[in-house]
């Protein structure tokens, strides 16, 4: 016996009864219709039975980024903002030094100026810290809702508070008259910090230690570590043992870098020399990535900038791991 279905002759029913042509068409027209009905609804079942569409997985950010936002020196360089380098976690920005022209740079990635988290300060020199005025005012025009949060050596408390004097009758009109902007972000929370641990949550542990830039005193160098990568920025230094010590194995080194006959073609020798003291050449840069057996040396902060193969070539005297010379908005994974 075969299991296939009995062949329908053409206008008879199943039960083998043929009606009338008009009887037939009139029989058949609402089962057409209640047919297609079905298969409608069965399809609209079918349509709200199916799955949502896999959504593909966001790509977990990665620990570490530093980004480059200004790798220049006091002298203005079109090419070169202030120094200024961001560390993001995650989405989360952190600023260390924000000198000249750092929200240009910053509007030059993919990171809204919302995202910064923090801006921790190496010093309180000029060039490190003139980029700080604009980056308080427009990241709370475009978008900052919380107090900024600076952390810096003894003075940036009194430095924020003058900073918000002296955007005190912008605050009112964006604050109370136009924009109503939140009261919050148009404030400053300083922490006047000493050497350890400055901030610490579940991504990330930031531990600042002290620099030899004297007679600037104190000076500050940080150290990022997230998820078993680090990274550290030297800030400004002559050769330090104690920077040495907390670069210690990390996956990337942000040093500053000198040129001697820079100073001695542009200064008096009185001046060359006080400024050679509390600086680092190539060399020594070089030198401290070797004894702290760093994976990577960044040179920024350049004095002056361009010549990039003579800062390589002298660094690489000494250290013998991968060298980069630093330009504006340059960007290392570790």
Same mark, same amino acid.
């Given at each position: &016996? ?18 009338? =042509? ?36 966001? =790509? ?51 990171? =809204? ?216 908005? &340059?960007?290392?994974? =570790?």
């Amino acid at each position: &016996m075969s299991d296939r279905p009995a062949a329908r002759r053409p206008g008879a029913t199943f039960a083998g009864v043929r009606p009338a =042509p008009a009887a037939a068409a009139a029989a058949a027209r609402p089962r057409r219709l209640a047919g297609l009905a079905c298969l409608a609804a069965s399809g609209l079942l079918a349509l709200h039975a199916q799955p949502p569409a896999p959504v593909a997985p966001r =790509p977990e950010p990665a620990p570490l980024r530093v980004i480059l936002l200004g790798t220049g020196y006091p002298r203005p360089d079109p090419e070169r903002a202030g120094p200024a380098t961001a560390v993001a976690v995650g989405e989360r920005l952190f600023l260390v030094d924000a000198g000249r022209g750092v929200v240009l740079r910053l509007a030059a990635t993919e990171y =809204p100026l919302k995202a910064v988290r923090a801006v921790l300060l190496t010093h309180l020199h000029s060039d490190h810290t003139s980029g700080l005025p604009d980056l308080f005012a427009t990241s709370w025009i475009f978008g900052r809702s919380a107090p900024l949060e600076l952390y810096g050596p003894r003075g940036t408390r009194s430095a924020a508070r003058a900073l918000e004097q002296y955007f005190a009758a912008d605050v009112h009109i964006r604050r109370d008259l136009v924009e109503r902007l939140p009261a919050a972000g148009a404030t400053i929370q300083a922490h006047e910090i000493e050497a350890g641990l400055v901030f610490e949550d579940a991504e990330v542990r930031i531990t600042a230690f002290a620099v030899d830039h004297r007679p600037v005193e104190p000076a500050f160098g940080y150290r990022f570590e997230a998820r078993g990568r680090s990274v550290v920025i030297s800030g400004d230094t002559r050769p330090s043992e104690n920077l040495i010590r907390h670069a210690r194995g990390a996956d990337i080194l942000v040093h500053e870098a000198y040129l001697p006959e820079h100073f001695d073609r542009v200064d008096t020798p009185e001046v060359a020399a006080r400024l050679k003291r509390y600086h680092s050449t190539a060399e020594e840069a070089g030198q401290a990535a070797q004894q702290a057996g760093v994976k990577l040396l960044v040179l920024t902060h350049l004095v002056p900038g361009g010549p990039e193969e003579t800062y390589r070539e002298r660094a690489s005297r000494y250290f013998k791991g991968r060298i980069v010379v630093g330009r504006d908005l &340059m960007r290392f994974e =570790p």
